[in-house]
């Protein structure tokens, strides 16, 4: 491993790039802790279920809302962006028509996309200034400084407000030059690698918590007591769930194609086997994403509706359950719905990003074909067959690996900080963007005639179902 490294930075330009990166993830660190001087606290200092939700959000978007500062709104608002005008593509047949036109399709689309971006970060940075102005704080100024308020009036300077939303929607519209820079100049994608550091950011202060509620005696595994039998347990979790991200994240069906033969003069050309790879996990991380999202939001607007009635009425106790039940993460309920919607979504997004009409005309324009299978309509029909069968395969495999930290953070008590590290959106974030960053770096050293990092452990080939 020390002879790869060594070849690594010995690579001039690989040297440069990998620099570059780490460089540009270090500014974005940077920033991450500078904070707006309108806000006087952060919700992370306050706790409750609004901090618990921000940071459930912060897993998978590279952001930390507790904490005010200028990167507040990390780079999910053009992930927002770009998912929408993903979904828009599939339906709206302007954009469909844009995404065919190649190069300058794509340029136009990331226009649009950065214009959606900006929009989003407005009405984001608004809202939570508005939230953190209610929220909070004393003599009604909230979570905001008494300096940048008046006391005439409703109380309000307008000024502030703007230069909150400025100083917020410029930090994201950075942050995404951040990544436009790093895929053009550095290693990798830069938005991931954005994402990634933020996870990998919060592991220290998880482990340290760890380490504080630890008790070095055997607690026979009970509820918020983490014991010598807890932590090998968590080890042990940990490491399964990686492997099993792991496999799941390379799994392909492959599909056996053959091309058809041809005669040129003497010679007859074609007539090869190859094989074409279907991801089993084809949705990623959207469908955890989403379902994640659906199931926060419920239960803090059924808790800020039932503030609305008396404490003793009927309303405000079936409200307040309401709100409970879908906040209770180690309920039965709480899981089954986490588990439908993981299926629900997975189906959904792989309806949208799959199209296996597509697929078809292509092999067949290509003139290659799936034995057994003529082109065109039963091509299509096998392939959607397929497809169905492994996406069920997958969404299975993610909805374990989504519960695992609810189940870990509702039956051993495990702080959700720690619980978060082991499966859901975090997890396969973190290993997909490692494995898409090994195989960069893998590019650069084949080209050079160098073995790459993953030969000795398979040569990159990936598990076959």
């Given at each position: ?19 570059l ?10 920033g991450?802790?500078i ?11 306050e706790?409750g ?8 959000v ?10 005010a ?6 780079i ?17 047949k ?5 995404k065919?036109e190649g ?5 136009k ?10 929009l ?24 905001i400084?008494?300096n940048?308020?008046?006391?005439a009036?409703d ?22 030059w951040?990544?436009?820079q ?7 994608n ?21 380490i504080?509620n ?18 090998v ?14 496999f799941i ?6 599909i056996p ?11 007859v ?29 419920p ?26 039940t ?25 309806a949208?990003t799959f199209n ?36 069920y395969?997958?969404a299975?495999?993610?909805s ?10 509702g039956?051993l008590?495990?702080p ?6 082991y499966g ?6 973190a290993?997909s963007?490692a ?5 960069k770096?893998d590019?650069?050293?084949v ?19």
């Amino acid at each position: 491993m020390f002879e790869k490294l060594r070849i690594i930075f010995s690579i001039p330009e690989l040297r440069k790039k990998i620099l570059l990166t780490i460089g540009l993830l270090a500014v974005y660190r940077i920033g991450f802790h500078i904070p707006l001087p309108m806000v006087a606290t952060n919700l992370a200092d306050e706790g409750g279920a609004t901090a618990e939700f921000f940071e459930k959000v912060a897993v998978f978007s590279a952001s930390d809302l507790r904490q005010a500062t200028i990167f507040g709104l990390g780079i999910m608002p053009y992930i927002s962006a770009s998912i929408i005008f993903q979904l828009l593509g599939s339906v709206y047949k302007p954009l469909e028509e844009l995404k065919k036109e190649g190069e300058a399709g794509r340029k136009k689309l990331n226009e649009y996309t950065r214009y959606l971006t900006v929009l989003i970060c407005v009405v984001q940075s608004y809202m939570y200034m508005k939230f953190m102005l209610m929220s909070g704080g004393e003599a009604g100024y909230g979570n905001i400084n008494p300096n940048f308020l008046n006391g005439a009036g409703d109380g309000l300077f307008f000024g502030w407000q703007v230069v909150a939303v400025l100083v917020m929607t410029c930090g994201t519209v950075f942050l995404m030059w951040l990544g436009e820079q790093i895929d053009e100049y550095g290693i990798g994608n830069g938005i991931s690698l954005l994402i990634m550091a933020g996870i990998l950011a919060q592991m220290p202060k998880a482990l340290f918590e760890l380490i504080g509620n630890m008790k070095t005696e055997l607690t026979g595994l009970s509820r918020g007591q983490i014991g010598i039998e807890t932590l090998v347990l968590l080890v042990v979790l940990f490491v399964g769930v990686v492997f099993g991200v792991v496999f799941i994240t390379l799994g392909q069906r492959k599909i056996p194609t053959q091309s058809a033969k041809f005669t040129r003069g003497r010679r007859v050309y074609g007539g090869t086997r190859q094989y074409l790879p279907l991801r089993i996990n084809q949705a990623g991380v959207m469908p955890i994403i989403f379902a994640s999202s659906l199931l926060i939001i419920p239960g803090m607007l059924l808790g800020g509706l039932a503030g609305m009635f008396e404490s003793d009425s009927s309303m405000f106790g079936f409200l307040n359950y309401l709100g409970l039940t879908l906040n209770d993460q180690g309920s039965f309920f709480f899981n089954f719905m986490y588990v439908v919607m993981i299926f629900f979504f997975c189906y959904f997004w792989t309806a949208i990003t799959f199209n296996p009409k597509e697929m078809s005309d292509n092999l067949r324009d290509s003139g290659t074909f799936i034995p057994g299978y003529r082109p065109g309509k039963r091509t299509t029909d096998y392939l959607e067959k397929v497809m169905v069968r492994i996406t069920y395969v997958g969404a299975a495999f993610l909805s374990i690996v989504a519960i695992v930290p609810t189940v870990v953070y509702g039956s051993l008590g495990v702080p959700y900080s720690i619980a978060g590290f082991y499966g859901g959106t975090g997890l396969l974030i973190a290993v997909s963007v490692a494995f898409d960053l090994v195989q960069k770096i893998d590019s650069h050293l084949v080209m050079r005639n160098y073995r790459g990092l993953l030969e000795g452990a398979g040569g990159g080939v990936s598990p076959v179902v």
